[in-house]
């Protein structure tokens, strides 16, 4: 059976479901299509199960669509063929793609304002809502799920290097002074380790030094920004990468989040990647381990700024009913509920999106009982972003990512060094945006 | 006297074929003709704003390097599979052959992987060849080689042919086999007695009356190796490390499926298609000769 025909499939069922559920009434269904799995898939269910049962003229069914590049191109495949979702989560490095399709999508601002429902963009943390917005200042997806790149480091194995466990490397020479003494006391063959290389260690790596990754306020304002990553901050970093990988210091670990599962196996000392890794590392580390910001180099004047955002957002599709947006901002007012936001972040380790859900969870003591949870969104909020360092929009930035982690594995493979590396990342990376910038009329 | 039907009725044999060529058409003229389309479009993955715009995602293809390097992996990686692939299981199949007792376990046996499913058969092979948690990783570094598939493109090579391979294995092996057992017994008898051993024999006559299944698999393992593997290489390397096992068809789905950039990705299409189609005729206009019906 193709795709098509089992969306068909799928829709008849839903269909009958639902006639059978709503009886006489006439409910209006609200599409919303996920890629949340195992807990996060029970959480997202649960704010629709919550949602609906708190009134009768809507019913939100979320939909499991695969991982997020595939239900973006499921959605995308759907409005084509003139049934798209009303909702769809779409990944951050998606973000500039979902802004480029004028045509496709309702402005979440303009879906609460024309349905009446209360929503302020100022509620939320700057950086999240900085990178959802457009340069004219209108807020186009409703944030969801954000999470940043923090640090995480295994306290017994720093205990048994001989290194304090209840202070963790702060700049990216102490994280290296700690790796050599794992390495040569034989704690561990794997001292550091890395998820997510280009969203770490260009990225965030850019923005927690305040430099910029690319021309125009890193492309939110203009498609005609050009990559600046091959500055000599960013050539000095990689060239540390590489020279630390060669004497084993550095571990790598992959290009998504492989390197998690080396950090709570017990095989790698110290991780960077994803704060909503938290979760995970909790349910299977069989050790102490602790939470830190991300390392920096001390002699960059301004560092460390505040790091910036992955994870994803809620958009809206367009050509729906107008009662259907009435029922979709319902739903986004009750999805933003800060008490909700506040147990989303609790239960998932995603970022407290509003400040008022992080002191709700503060002032609950949470902080206190589960040490660590916290730092993510102190990063957050570290400094007020800079132009440098409150997000990032490229198109195609699914593939470009996958050109710098190209560029990357065959500088540590040997194949070339830091400043080629990154030379061909600019390289490559500009024609990508050229080739965009041609497809989206601004 | 000679049988023969005769279709009376004007439209009953196009009612027969009807079915067939509505499948030919819904399910490779149409798309093939909707791809050769798109390739010569610029648009949005919405379809927002399309444009016409000739040849130009050809231009752009072949003006980029790693374009160019995707064909010489693609070219390597079939080489390797469909070469390893037929002399591994020529082997097991001769073997298979001359199997007196238990034979129908061994080809059970045989035949099984072709049971599992490519992006299983991946992260099997994925498994066991991790650096840190696989058992044959473990001999590997054992006998002092170093070993690390994410980094390494010859080590990933190594991985996802091995995974191909093992993969087509038993699907050449039943070829192979039904096509030993079709080899009149007297002809290598004949041989034998006057005084041909068991080389010889292979070489001068069973080889050779066995080429029109050599032929057939050829082309059927190569198409395997173009069009097939993407789920291997999806599930074990992602086409990494750098490039060094993006193959043409893992490319087609990564910029397509995964970045949305229809135009170069349909245009990609199109030059696989007239990849294996050049392939395939080259295939029965020049190796064909050579088979021996």
């Known amino acids: 059976m193709n795709r098509h025909s089992i969306r068909v499939v799928r829709l008849a069922v839903a269909g009958a479901l639902f006639a059978f559920a709503a009886g006489a009434q006439a409910q209006v269904e609200i599409q919303w299509w996920h890629s949340m799995t195992g807990a996060l898939n029970d959480r997202v269910n649960d704010f629709a199960k919550g949602f609906n049962e708190s009134q009768k003229d809507y019913k939100v069914v979320p939909v499991y669509k695969g991982a997020y590049p595939e239900s973006m191109a499921a959605a995308i495949a759907a409005f084509r063929a003139g049934n798209a979702p009303h909702i769809l989560q779409v990944f951050e490095v998606g973000t500039a793609t979902m802004m480029g399709a004028k045509g496709a999508i309702v402005p979440v601002q303009q879906v609460m304002t024309g349905a009446g429902e209360k929503f302020d963009p100022k509620a939320y943390i700057p950086s999240v809502a900085g990178y959802y917005t457009t340069s004219k200042g209108q807020m186009l997806s409703f944030p969801f799920n954000s999470s940043t790149a923090v640090f995480y480091y295994n306290k017994d194995m720093f205990e048994k290097a001989g290194i304090d466990p209840n202070r963790a490397p702060a700049t990216w020479p102490e994280v290296m002074a700690a790796a050599a003494r794992i390495k040569t006391s034989g704690t561990s063959q794997c001292a550091y380790t890395t998820g997510w290389p280009s969203w770490v260690h260009v990225e965030n790596f850019s923005a927690w030094h305040n430099v910029p990754i690319a021309t125009r306020e890193n492309g939110m304002a203009g498609l005609d920004t050009v990559f600046q990553i091959n500055s000599p901050l960013h050539v000095r970093h990689w060239n540390n990468l590489k020279e630390w990988a060669g004497k084993g210091y550095f571990t790598y670990g992959g290009r998504t989040n492989q390197a998690e599962a080396k950090f709570y196996s017990g095989e790698c000392a110290m991780l960077t990647s994803s704060s909503a890794a938290q979760a995970n590392i909790n349910r299977n580390a069989k050790f102490k381990y602790g939470v830190a910001f991300m390392p920096y180099y001390a002699d960059v004047a301004g560092a460390p700024q505040n790091s910036i955002i992955g994870g994803a957002s809620l958009w809206v599709m367009s050509g729906k009913k107008p009662n259907e947006y009435k029922g979709v901002a319902k739903f986004f007012t009750y999805l933003a509920n800060p008490a909700r936001q506040a147990q989303w972040h609790q239960t998932t380790g995603y970022l407290p999106i509003t400040p008022v859900a992080y002191d709700l969870t503060k002032n609950a003591g949470f902080y206190e009982k589960n040490p660590g949870t916290d730092v993510s969104v102190r990063q957050m909020l570290n400094k007020p972003p800079t132009a440098n360092s409150k997000g990032l929009r490229f198109g195609s930035f699914v593939q470009i990512r996958d050109m710098f982690q190209e560029e990357f594995e065959n500088m540590l493979a040997g194949k070339q060094d830091a400043k080629t590396a990154l030379d061909n990342s600019v390289k490559r990376g500009n024609e990508m945006l050229r080739r965009f910038q041609k497809t989206t009329k601004e | ?293």
């Open chain 2, 1 to 293: 006297m000679e049988k023969r039907v005769v279709f009376r009725s004007r439209w009953l044999p196009y009612l027969l074929v009807a079915p067939q060529l509505a499948i030919t058409i819904v399910f490779f003229f149409l798309p093939a003709g909707q791809a050769i389309w798109q390739s010569l479009l610029q648009e949005d993955p919405f379809g927002t704003s399309t444009e016409f715009i000739g040849l130009e995602n050809f231009a752009t293809l072949f003006a980029d390097e790693h374009y160019l390097a995707s064909f010489r992996v693609t070219a390597i990686f079939s080489v390797l599979v469909a070469g390893f692939g037929l002399a591994i299981s020529l082997v097991l199949a001769v073997f298979a052959d001359r199997v007196v007792r238990g034979a129908g376990v061994y080809k059970t046996l045989l035949i099984w992987p072709y049971a599992v499913a490519h992006a299983v058969a991946a992260v099997l092979w994925l498994f066991l060849f991790n650096p840190t948690l696989g058992v044959v990783a473990h001999w590997i570094k054992g006998l002092g080689i170093g070993w690390d598939p994410l980094l390494d493109g010859n080590d990933a090579m190594v991985l996802v042919v091995v995974a191909a391979v093992w993969n087509q294995i038993s699907y050449n092996f039943l070829f192979f086999l039904a096509g030993l057992q079709s080899i009149p017994k007297s002809l290598i008898e004949a041989a034998a007695i006057d005084g041909a051993g068991p080389g010889r024999r292979f070489w001068t006559i069973v080889f050779p009356l066995l080429s029109p299944t050599t032929f057939f698999l050829l082309v059927v393992n190569i198409v395997f190796a173009f069009f097939n593997t993407f789920a291997i290489i999806d599930a074990a390397t992602g086409g990494g490390p750098g490039q060094a096992t993006e193959i043409l068809v893992y490319k087609v789905y990564k910029d397509g499926f995964k970045a949305l950039d229809l135009g170069s990705s349909a245009a990609q299409s199109v030059v696989l298609m007239a990849i294996v189609i050049g392939l395939t005729v080259l295939q029965f206009k020049w190796i064909e000769r050579k088979v021996q019906y």
